[in-house]
């Protein structure tokens, strides 16, 4: 049974957030140390992910590249929205890639704002973070979140030569709520040719997608969401109840129960899927490591 939240109401049982005690809160003080000892953001604090204690407790992040302004205003994001983003770091590449060895991540996820205002759309720098976290930890697992680049093919290209292990990029909604949810500058049309040129680009490069739902959307609309990314060779998704980061926000329409994202699940692994992560704290970047490293990567790399 659906619950549609009023004013006021509170989430329910299954919406409860734990905090980290003991080591998992030294963990997370560490994490949040040197992030800001050197000046990098997260997708965690910006976007204030539920999952920030677990994971940061865990010694995983996020990282968000090229500063914590974005050029896009989605109704969903709670990161800073500006005509114009702020400086790049020639140094982040290396900073990021500190970081990764230091906490001696196995896998590590990077993602950034959309850069409208830069020439390449910050696709080089990108791919500079990536090679360089490569080449400091060559046996971290990378999966980048990337912006759509306006569906530009050599933006891709840039990315996809840096040779991450996945390239995810988020439909974010079903086709129905692009318009309410998403900038207008995004399209449902350029996220999926996003998502199917990385695979014209290196078929060997694993691809990811990501669904909200919990805003009117149908349980057909989001098969048929799912159909759309597997006729695209998309080989993960993910599936999580959007919560609303503040009131600026566009608003919950109603909390999904576990059992609901449960049947998601089997249909989408019904459908071809590699792997489907669905469940309510789930987000694009959640627990990669046990997403990718226990199942489809690692075996890759140990057959390949």
């Known amino acids: 049974m659906l619950q549609r939240p009023a004013d006021g109401q509170r989430?329910?049982?299954w919406l409860k957030v734990k905090l980290p005690k003991g080591t998992g809160l030294q963990k997370f003080a560490r994490v949040r140390q040197t992030l800001q000892e050197n000046g990098l953001h997260?997708?965690?604090?910006e976007g204030r992910c539920p999952n920030i204690h677990e994971c940061w407790s865990g010694g995983t992040a996020t990282f968000l590249a090229m500063g914590d302004v974005c050029t896009r205003g989605c109704r969903f994001c709670n990161v800073k929205t500006a005509a114009k983003g702020i400086a790049l770091d020639e140094k982040e590449p290396e900073k990021i890639a500190r970081a990764v060895k230091d906490w001696g991540l196995k896998c590590v996820v990077i993602t950034s704002v959309d850069?409208?205002?830069?020439p390449d759309q910050?696709?080089?720098?990108?791919a500079k973070i990536i090679r360089a976290v490569k080449c400091e930890s060559p046996e971290t697992i990378v999966e980048v979140l990337i912006p759509d680049f306006r569906a530009d093919t050599e933006c891709l290209k840039r990315i996809a030569e840096a040779k991450p292990d996945?390239?995810?990029?988020?439909?974010e909604v079903v086709k129905r709520l692009q318009f309410k949810v998403r900038d207008a500058r995004a399209s449902y049309e350029n996220s999926l040719a996003v998502l199917e040129n990385v695979k014209k680009l290196d078929s060997?490069?694993?691809?990811?997608?990501?669904l909200m739902v919990g805003l009117g959307e149908t349980f057909e609309a989001v098969c048929e969401a799912m159909d759309g990314l597997r006729r695209r060779s998309v080989d993960f998704l993910t599936i999580g109840q959007y919560l609303q980061p503040t009131p600026m926000q566009i608003a919950v329409q109603e909390f999904v129960p576990p059992e609901r994202f449960e049947e998601w699940r089997k249909v989408g692994e019904e459908k071809g899927f590699l792997?489907?992560?669905s469940g309510p704290f789930v987000?694009?970047?959640y627990k990669a490591g046990e997403l990718f490293i226990e199942s489809v990567v690692k075996g890759r790399g140990a057959v390949g």
């Open 283 to 285: 987000r694009s970047s």
């Open 122 to 126: 910050g696709s080089e720098h990108f």
């Open 115 to 118: 850069r409208d205002d830069l």
């Open 11 to 13: 989430k329910p049982g």
């Open 166 to 171: 996945v390239i995810s990029h988020n439909v």
């Open 42 to 45: 997260t997708i965690c604090e």
């Open 275 to 277: 792997y489907v992560a």
């Open 204 to 210: 060997k490069i694993f691809t990811k997608s990501s």
